[in-house]
RNA sequence: GGAGAGGUGGCUGAGUGGUCGAAAGCAGCGCUUUGCUAAAGCGCCGUACCUCAAAAGGGUACCGGGGGUUCGAAUCCCCCCCUCUCCGCCA
């Protein structure tokens, strides 16, 4: 959510900055501007009648305690009570509808970032490693997966429809060792705190970190309406703290935590991919932070780093690049989007999304901390996945795959799998 | 699922219809005094919003959330959420 008031104060900068991300938020905001106008008229109202009320309220409560008669002010106050009924009515729902057409406002992209419409204009950042050179014709995880049974696409259909995975023998036993691998390099070598939070989540968690109101449709929620199933660990993460007053020196706060994630997919109909590539349930490990405003962006870049270094470890080629402003999520201020090479797809895979949303997030969810002047701030809000199993499960089968259709295990990832390698 | 108790400022906790934004303690900040890594005394110390060109100032709201009763609600009534205790059930 924006401040209010650097919209009122900045009106063109805030437009400008919202224009580049295409889409039509920009053009709400002479809206919001009328809205905000309209809201602080009834609140100034509404506030001199509450004063009139109080004041003439005592007076009443004294003319009492002395034995005097009060009735005429009685019915006066009788009347004020009357128009502030009708005057709060107005004024909360001026309220109502400046706060809804705010939620629906996308967060202002950082200054520097790259200008452009689409992917097409992300730019390359950097680049570890260089594409396997496999001297014979890479199958891709489908194949692999069925030639060595490591999961079984079908029978997840049969259970729960298309887009869902069922692993099997060594494919479920790899993908628990990834989990087991990320948790332990994050939390052990990058000092984040492990957590294990609910994967279901209420409404208004779902509303602290942006994924309600404005995207419902891409959630699973559960019949009553209130709870829904986690899209990714950062929604439960990020409100871990929410509604709080955190101190200086709590801060940074690192998580890392394993969760399933639940995604509808549903204006991906066309794009729903053979295999692991898009499923509706997957595996994910998820790093988030929250920090201060004066350390956010240094700590964008080291979360990045510490994504990466999933992917150093397992021998895989990736590169890293950073979205353009048409292309960013909702929340976010600044992304980076690490892409990891599957040699059997011939592509790119995004494996990892790694966001500083600013006080986005935390103007939402009102988590704030006091500063060394002691005033009470928004928290910056930081998360990324580190890494997604599914894809990361492709990258890695397709890269180490041997000619005599075996895999192997590289070796930092043999003490969690048990075994060095898949035949 | 049943019964009961409770939710008050950063934290602990008093307050059952008016002068209560709210005692007290802790933590924090400032000053004074004594002085070996500290103690004592005194003072200050909530948040949001509105108003003001800005600062100063002024004002309103907020005692889990929402509604109601009343001239007036932290306080009384109703609904919801959450926590704790006991019982039941259960991995």
């Known amino acids: 959510?924006?401040?209010?008031?650097?919209?009122?104060?900045?009106?063109?900068?805030?437009?400008?900055?919202?224009?580049?991300?295409?889409?039509?938020a920009h053009l709400k905001l002479d809206e919001i501007l009328a809205c905000d106008r309209q809201r602080r008229?009834?609140?100034?109202?509404?506030?001199?009648?509450?004063?009139?009320?109080?004041r003439l309220s005592k007076e009443i409560g004294m003319k009492r305690s002395k034995g005097e008669q009060a009735e005429e002010l009685e019915t006066q106050v009788r009347g004020i009570g009357e128009e502030i009924t009708l005057v709060t009515e107005q004024a909360a729902q001026a309220d109502e509808t400046q706060r809804n057409l705010l939620l629906q406002l996308p967060n202002l992209p950082h200054d520097q970032n790259?200008?452009?419409?689409?992917?097409?204009?992300?730019?390359?950042?950097?680049?570890?490693?260089?594409?396997p050179v496999l001297n014979f014709a890479p199958a891709d995880h489908v194949t692999l997966g069925a030639k060595l049974g490591l999961f079984d696409l079908e029978r997840a259909a049969k259970i729960s429809g298309s887009g869902f995975v069922c692993f099997?023998?060594?494919?479920?036993?790899?993908?628990?060792?990834?989990?087991?691998f990320c948790l332990d390099l994050h939390s052990r070598e990058h000092a984040y705190l492990e957590v294990s939070p609910p994967f279901l989540i209420r409404r208004e968690s779902m509303v602290g970190t942006g994924q309600l109101p404005k995207f419902e449709e891409d959630m699973y929620g559960l019949e009553n309406g209130e709870l829904f199933l986690a899209p990714t660990a950062e929604v439960p993460v990020t409100n871990l703290h929410r509604d709080e007053l955190l101190a200086l020196p709590e801060l940074p706060k690192s998580f890392v935590a394993y969760t399933p994630c639940f995604r509808r997919e549903a204006g991906s109909a066309?794009?729903?991919?053979?295999?692991?590539?898009?499923v509706?349930?997957?595996?994910?490990?998820?790093?988030v932070k929250l920090t201060t405003p004066e350390t956010s962006w240094a700590e964008l870049e080291a979360l990045t780093g510490h994504a990466e270094q999933v992917l150093q470890r397992l021998g895989l080629h990736y590169r890293v690049i950073e979205l353009c402003t048409g292309d960013m999520g909702f929340g976010s201020a600044k992304t980076y989007d690490i892409e990891v090479w599957a040699p059997g797809q011939n592509a790119y895979l995004e494996v990892s999304s790694c966001s500083n949303y600013t006080d986005f997030q935390a103007r939402r969810m009102n988590l704030k901390f006091k500063d060394d002047e002691g005033k009470n701030r928004f928290c910056h809000t930081l998360n990324g996945s580190g890494t997604a199993m599914p894809r990361l499960f492709v990258a890695l089968i397709?890269?180490?795959?041997?000619?005599?259709?075996?895999?192997?295990?590289?070796?930092?990832?043999?003490?969690?799998?048990?075994?060095a390698e898949i035949r």
């Open 1 to 24: 959510m924006l401040d209010i008031r650097l919209i009122r104060e900045n009106p063109d900068y805030v437009r400008e900055r919202l224009a580049t991300r295409g889409g039509e």
């Open 41 to 54: 008229e009834w609140e100034t109202r509404l506030q001199q009648l509450n004063g009139d009320r109080k």
């Open 270 to 278: 066309g794009r729903m991919t053979r295999g692991l590539i898009r």
């Open 168 to 180: 099997t023998g060594p494919g479920a036993r790899l993908e628990r060792a990834l989990i087991q």
């Open 280 to 287: 509706h349930q997957f595996d994910k490990v998820e790093l």
């Open 114 to 131: 790259p200008i452009g419409t689409d992917a097409s204009a992300n730019p390359e950042v950097r680049v570890w490693g260089t594409k």
């Open 398 to 419: 397709e890269t180490w795959q041997q000619a005599d259709g075996s895999i192997k295990i590289p070796e930092p990832l043999q003490p969690y799998f048990g075994a």
